[in-house]
């Protein structure tokens, strides 16, 4: 989780010592997910003309084999009847409810914000279980919406005196076009006419796309994309403006693994590139503390370093969002909405 507000004011890490008692190192800013979006993946998702033993083969999947099997036989994944919520008024739903709310209360003091176990694109139902963890547990979790919510639910947040509002990312196979024009409605309303800062926190949930970050003025997002990609063998390396990096432009990502089967393809590695483009990369590489590594003829590590090390990959591309934080404005700043504005093609 990134925290963007007050980027720059940052309190003292903190590292949680035991049950109950408050984090002094570390963690900077704990918002808590309630895993709502792999509930409905395993018990809702796509499953609505699939069988039985298909649903659950599919819910033992990665979501990158998920997405495979998707791209291999899109039909199964198409609904063909009205999506049944039957699963969110189950017993095993409320266990787990029971379970998230009571783990809330036990590490309540190292948790800074957590989110309502929202139901992914049923608002309504969503709203009875924010109400019932407040009614039944006196918790106050922050709401949640997702991609084409009625408007007026933000006014009914607003309404009701919400300070901290969830919103979903594109992770439902939502264009980057579809997602502006909506989230450009949702914004409006959330900022003030006048000034166009910002009434509430916001939090973007999967918010990885560089141009949906830096386009809305978020209080703090999640992402898993920059550990996922080191993993696959990518870096972000952000772009060279008047000789220095930015980090308001959206990085290239860059294969640099000896694995990767695009080591031999020109331009597309880190192994194939230009000597000076080379030395762009190793001078970002260095800036995190890490190295490019090294491999003997045969592939064995020599040193540790991006081309070699998953962890090393990681250490830069997380790197690369914090320095993107610390290149905006201080939180809360003003959002108008404006037209997608083109930028250059990555590597």
């Not at 279980?129 to 922050?142: R, S």
């Not at 080591?263 to 194939?272: E, F, I, P, Q, Y």
């Not at 591309?317 to 959002?335: A, I, T």
């Amino acid at each position: 989780m990134t925290r963007l507000g007050e980027s720059r004011h940052i309190p003292p890490c903190r590292t949680r010592k035991t049950k109950g008692e408050r984090a002094e190192e570390r963690v900077r800013f704990f918002f808590l997910d309630s895993g709502a979006h792999s509930l409905y993946n395993k018990h809702i998702g796509h499953h609505g003309s699939i069988t039985e033993d298909m649903k659950d083969r599919m819910s033992k999947m990665t979501p990158m084999e998920r997405f495979a099997a998707r791209r291999r036989s899109p039909s199964l994944f198409r609904s063909k009847r009205k999506t049944s919520y039957d699963y969110y008024k189950s017993k095993e739903f409320y266990d787990y409810l029971a379970t998230y709310c009571q783990f809330v209360i036990d590490y309540k003091d190292s948790i800074d914000a957590f989110a309502t176990l929202d139901v992914l694109f049923n608002p309504e139902m969503s709203y009875n279980i924010l109400k019932h963890i407040e009614n039944e547990w006196g918790l106050f979790p922050v709401p949640v919406i997702h991609y084409n919510t009625d408007i007026g639910w933000v006014h009914r947040y607003l309404d009701e005196g919400y300070n901290y509002i969830g919103i979903g990312g594109l992770g439902q196979e939502i264009t980057k076009a579809n997602y502006y024009e909506w989230a450009d409605k949702v914004f409006t309303v959330l900022c003030d006419k006048e000034t166009h800062l910002p009434l509430v926190k916001t939090h973007g949930f999967a918010m990885t796309a560089h141009q949906l970050l830096i386009r809305y003025p978020w209080y703090s997002v999640d992402s898993a994309s920059w550990a996922k990609a080191g993993g696959f063998g990518r870096l972000y390396v952000p772009r060279m403006t008047g000789g220095k990096f930015d980090f308001l432009s959206p990085p290239y990502t860059l294969n640099c693994s000896v694995l990767s089967p695009t080591k031999h393809r020109a331009g597309r590695n880190l192994s194939t590139l230009k000597k000076a483009e080379q030395a762009v990369v190793k001078k970002w590489v260095e800036s995190c503390g890490q190295t490019l590594g090294r491999c003997d003829s045969n592939g064995s590590t020599i040193e540790q370093g991006v081309i070699n090390y998953h962890g090393a990959r990681k250490i830069c591309n997380l790197r690369f969002y914090e320095m993107m934080v610390e290149s905006l404005p201080d939180w809360p700043w003003p959002f108008v909405a404006k037209k997608e504005r083109k930028v250059g093609l990555y590597l």
